[in-house]
Each structure stands twice: as structure tokens, then as C-alpha cells.
């Protein structure tokens, strides 16, 4: 039973750049939550799709953006790229209701130039 | 929103003893509870997870509490193991509409657990 697979697991970027990086949820998952981990700092959280709908977005600006597919599977885009973008980007997958345990990829490793 | 507050930042064993990371959080509907072990180059994984309708819960060497009066929760790691060397960290899930199921995590406490 795969879990959360995240690609590419590294990304050098320069800044004004934009970056896709993708996700696949574990199996029989249908939320999808993407985070942005700074070094020595928790996940902070960036914004959730369900139902290919973007349900809940946190402190973070419209360069930031994404998309669920039918499959479940999501992708993150960032435009514009900053420095400051530099990060450990995670995604979670759960299922649908509230309280429901999130599982996490491994990450992709972002690095802006 | 949420604030979660994590304390040590780090914290340093014998192996065999037991370690406690504590955390604090803010918003009093908060009803979930999870810890997450991530280890070097790797993602979060959930290790354990607490809800508010129970005051302790433990599954082998591990165990948490949550005092939702106080609103503090803690994380109990007995007869520790050098595998057990890593960032743990906590997270409470929002529980109102807007913020229903996202987490909010702490700064991570490094746990180093010495042979």
C-alpha cells in the first residue's frame, strides 16, 4: 500500500521562477493539505482540496496556488519565485471529515537561487 | 488562530530513561491532537494522536495526555532507544468552519537519545 509519494524530491529555482510540485495521497485518501516547512520550523499550512476545491487556505499569498485532479492527486504552484520561498514543501493526504489523521510525503526540497 | 507553543526545543537522554515534550495551545475548541516523528530528510509521520474526548491514550513505549482545562497536552516516550533520536512535533487541528481540520504545529523539540 504506497503512501503519500510527493516529485520531484529536489528543485533548484532562481527568483521570478514559478514551480510545480506534485502530490499523490495514500491510497483510498480524498483530502490533499500541502504545508511549507522552513528549516528548524514547523509545517505551516498552505491550503487543503477537496472534491478538486480549494476548502481552507492559510497566511499565504495568491503567488501560491494549486489544483486536485480527479485521481485525488494535486499539484502546488508558486509563481513569481522569492528567496524567501526557499522551504521544504509537504503534503498530506487524509480523508474527508474533520479530525481525520493526515499522512505525509517526504517532501520536496525548493531552492531558490 | 491557532498558537502552539513546544517546549524543550531540544532535550537529551540516556538511553533506557524516559523523555517529555510538552505543548501548549491557544484556542480552546481545539479537539485533535496529533505528534509526529520526522527524522533526517524524511516527512512527518504521525506517531500518535489524542482527541479531546480522552485524557490519555498509549500504544507501547509511547504515550500522551491532554489536560484541556489547562490546555496543555504531552508526549511520554519510555525506555528510550537511540532509533528514537529525532524532531518530534506537536499539532492541534482547528475545530472551527474556517479552520477545520488544518494543523497547527510547534517548533519541534530535538530528542538525541545517547547509547
Known amino acids: 500500500d504506497a503512501g503519500v509519494t510527493q516529485s520531484p524530491t529536489h528543485l533548484i529555482k532562481t527568483r521570478g521562477q514559478q514551480v510545480t510540485l506534485r502530490c499523490s495521497p495514500k491510497?483510498?485518501?480524498?483530502?490533499v493539505s500541502w504545508y511549507q516547512q522552513a528549516l528548524g520550523q514547523g509545517p505551516q499550512f498552505i491550503f487543503q482540496y477537496y472534491e478538486e476545491e480549494e476548502r481552507q487556505r492559510g497566511n499565504f499569498p495568491d503567488r501560491f496556488s494549486g489544483h486536485q485532479f480527479p485521481n485525488y492527486s494535486s499539484e502546488l504552484n508558486v509563481n513569481a519565485l522569492l528567496l524567501g520561498d526557499s522551504a521544504l514543501y509537504l503534503c498530506a493526504s487524509s480523508l474527508e471529515g474533520g479530525h481525520q489523521p493526515q499522512h505525509f510525503g517526504d517532501g520536496t526540497r525548493l531552492s531558490i537561487l | 488562530g491557532e498558537n502552539v507553543e513546544q517546549h524543550p526545543s531540544t532535550l537529551s537522554v540516556q538511553e533506557g530513561d524516559s523523555a517529555v515534550i510538552k505543548c501548549t495551545y491557544s484556542?480552546?475548541?481545539?479537539?485533535?491532537f496529533p505528534w509526529y516523528k520526522q527524522e533526517l530528510g524524511k516527512g512527518p509521520q504521525l506517531i500518535i494522536d489524542i482527541r479531546s474526548n480522552v485524557g490519555e491514550k498509549k500504544d507501547q513505549r509511547i504515550a500522551v495526555t491532554l489536560n484541556k482545562t489547562a490546555k496543555h497536552f504531552s508526549l511520554h516516550i519510555t525506555e528510550t532507544q537511540p532509533e528514537d533520536s529525532a524532531v518530534y512535533f506537536c499539532?492541534?487541528?482547528?475545530?472551527?468552519?474556517?479552520?477545520?481540520?488544518?494543523?497547527?504545529f510547534g517548533r519541534g523539540t530535538q530528542l538525541t537519545v545517547w547509547p
Open positions: 491510497s483510498g485518501h480524498d483530502t
Open positions: 499539532a492541534a487541528s482547528g475545530a472551527r468552519g474556517s479552520t477545520l481540520g488544518r494543523l497547527y
Open positions: 484556542d480552546s475548541a481545539s479537539n485533535y
